[in-house]
């Protein structure tokens, strides 16, 4: 035995026009509620990936804020050293001018030192142009006392050999 009613022609007609009939409106009900339904879903997904790029940006915004105040920290020891370096320049600057000043003035001193030995130099050949004159005196003075000595002893020869010859 069967539990299933029996329809008649009938009324199998006249439960399929009523399906006709309002099928598409009650498709349209399940179509709007499963839309509605998926909208909500989008809509939530849209929301949380909203969040998530917030979160995103937030979190690159301060990573590129962190490496901002990097960047300015690195900028800042670079300007230290540089101005270390400058200051280092201009210590060595002055330290070549005060050894470029002490060669100058070790320079001035040599030139005096070569200028007093010029001077002393030009002494000794004056000493020694007074001593060349002087012996060129002495040596004509011998030269004539030698003479002199001749003549007398060739007088006293030959005065010794008229001697001998007026004996």
Known sequence: MSNAMELSEESLQTIGNYVRRNLPEWVQEIDVQARHEWE???TERIVRVEDELRTRRELMQNGFERVDTRFEHVDKQ???GFEQVEKRFE??????EHVDKQMQNGFAQVDKRFEQVDKRFEQMEKRFEHMEKQFERSTRH??????LITVLMMLVGSMGAWGTFFA
């Not at 210590?91 to 070549?96: K, S």
């Open 142 to 147: 011998i030269s004539l006392w030698l003479a």
């Open 91 to 96: 210590q060595v600057d002055t330290r070549f």
């Open 40 to 42: 909500l879903r989008l």
């Open 78 to 80: 670079m300007q230290n």
